[in-house]
């Protein structure tokens, strides 16, 4: 039915989506960029220059590459095409260099890769049936769904301004989560697999892909109330399943375990010497467990409860957080946030296991484990965010109670991506594509649900409102405040501390609605 309505009189509109989204992305082009431009420079340069052996040793710059291999050979891939713009920039010595052939070079390279992207939105859209035909195109949920993802505003400015090649491998999730919306169990999985070699931070959705497919693929059917015929399982497909995974596993670390330096890749990927929250604190349950302590700490000295030599004088107040010791509560170690993350996913797994609702449950399980990883993780970067807000979209045109979820995820944590552009001329283009995309999300979803009840409850709105006089106060009020020079860290602070209470408000949200929902009769029989 959508994909019907998709190839009668989609494709134009379509078309004008994703070539409307790419001209933007070329204005962006001379906009500030980060260290992860220096980054992925590097990585042309290691993977161009030196053999296989030496890509994962290499130290000259303190940007080492830490992705995995798949990731590493399109960086080779790339710097065959960069030679042509300015071979300079493939000189390892040549430390943050960035020519405007380097620039051009680079930003194009992830505008090209996006076409990924674009093609996996438009599977989605396939894939997706709206809930009533409409008869104006821009109220289709398919339209819909195509602005959310395409001109997705974190991604747009963690990609396009920020730097990083984000928009591809999420491409290559949708893709597959499209497949397995398709049936196609074996590709999904595939695309799966490549994705995790691309980047490993996808790990944290692995356990909803590994449940859905051993539910959905390797039992073959289901007794009449929902449960499984345990008799039904295919001892082929999970061999099918198996293969796959070996033989992309096998093509990615199988050089680097001939040369015995699988030990030094790990050690690449997983490095716990890092602190618990990232530079910029993500807005997740760490952030309020630190505000926790912060809190207590200023409260023990007025009371004189704590001892104010003993207290190290920097923890905390540099804003840039790498390792530090909590002052009054426990300290947190790699391990017991792996524990925490690990508790936080089981439930949303035991639903896709136990009652299983076909494509939309595996999405509600993959969105939960996002979000729990993303709450509890070790040194989780505030655009992991992404990782939950894209998925949530394809739920957000199915039902009102997801929509309205959707709008607090994506609008908070879309402001706690903000201090990742800190730049004066960014300033005007961040607020206004947040505003543009925002006011789009509000607009669409609340015609589209207009039978329903409101998407919002008071206090909802009340809670997304405060964001305006946030930005306010952190861009404006606090940089002519004498606190500046003394507490520089404090908008970061507050920007993190309020959308944690948000993110962690949805999350609780999802998860209630998942838990709480009971099976339609037809949901049983497939």
């Not at 769904?145 to 963690?158: P, S």
């Not at 796959?244 to 990927?269: E, M, N, T």
């Not at 490095?271 to 993500?282: D, N, T």
């Amino acid at each position: 039915q959508g994909g019907r309505a998709m190839a009668a009189g989609g494709r134009g509109w379509f078309r004008a989506l994703a070539l409307g989204v790419s001209f933007l992305k070329c204005l962006l082009i001379p906009a500030y960029y980060s260290t992860d431009f220096e980054v992925h420079r590097n990585w042309l340069a290691i993977t161009h220059n030196l053999p296989l052996s030496q890509w994962y040793y290499e130290a000259t710059s303190e940007w080492t590459l830490d992705y995995p291999p798949f990731f590493a050979w399109f960086e080779y891939a790339l710097s065959h095409v960069a030679k042509y713009f300015d071979p300079q920039m493939l000189v390892i010595e040549n430390l943050n260099y960035a020519s405007r052939a380097t620039i051009f070079f680079q930003r194009l390279s992830v505008i090209f890769t996006d076409t990924l992207f674009i093609y996996a939105v438009h599977e989605c859209c396939r894939c997706i049936n709206g809930k009533r035909a409409a008869k104006d195109i821009l109220e289709k949920p398919t339209f819909i769904l195509a602005v959310l993802l395409l001109w997705n505003f974190g991604l747009l400015i963690v990609d396009h301004i920020h730097f990083q090649y984000n928009g591809f491998l999420f491409g290559l999730m949708l893709l597959s989560v499209a497949r397995l919306c398709q049936k196609r169990y074996l590709e999904g999985a595939l695309l799966f697999a490549v994705l995790l070699h691309f980047k490993h931070i996808y790990i944290y959705v692995a356990p909803a892909y590994g449940i859905y497919l051993l539910r959905s693929y390797c039992f073959t059917a289901n007794n009449a109330d929902g449960s499984l015929k345990w008799r039904s399982f295919s001892f082929l497909h999970v061999t099918l399943l198996g293969l796959i995974v070996c033989l992309v596993s096998a093509l990615s670390l199988g050089p680097f375990l001939v040369l015995g330096q699988l030990p030094q890749v790990i050690a690449r990927l997983f490095p716990f010497k890092r602190g618990l929250c990232h530079a910029y604190w993500a807005p997740n349950f760490w952030a309020l467990y630190n505000a926790m302590d912060k809190a207590l700490t200023i409260l023990g000295l007025k009371c004189n409860f704590l001892d104010g030599k003993k207290i190290p004088k920097a923890s905390m107040t540099g804003g840039l957080v790498q390792e530090f010791q909590h002052t009054v509560l426990p300290s947190v170690t790699p391990l017991a946030t792996l524990i925490c993350t690990f508790i936080a996913i089981l439930p949303s797994v035991f639903c896709l296991w136990f009652k299983p609702q076909g494509p939309r449950g595996f999405l509600q399980c993959l969105v939960l484990c996002a979000l729990s990883s993303f709450m509890f993780g070790w040194h989780v970067h505030e655009k992991a965010i992404l990782l939950a807000i894209l998925p949530l979209s394809l739920l957000s045109i199915q039902r009102a109670k997801d929509a309205g979820i959707y709008l607090i995820l994506a609008t908070t944590g879309h402001f706690s991506l903000f201090p990742l552009l800190f730049t004066p001329p960014e300033l005007p283009i961040k607020i206004l594509l947040m505003l543009l995309f925002t006011v789009y999300s509000f607009s669409s979803l609340k015609s589209l649900f207009r039978r329903e009840k409101s998407l919002l409850n008071w206090l909802e709105t009340i809670y997304l409102i405060q964001l305006v006089p946030l930005e306010i106060f952190c861009e404006i009020i606090f940089p002519l405040t004498p606190w500046k020079q003394h507490f520089p860290f404090v908008p970061l602070f507050l920007t993190s501390v309020y959308c944690a209470l948000g993110i962690t408000y949805a999350w609780l949200k999802l998860y209630v609605s998942v838990l709480t929902e009971r099976i339609s009769v037809r949901q049983k029989a497939e």
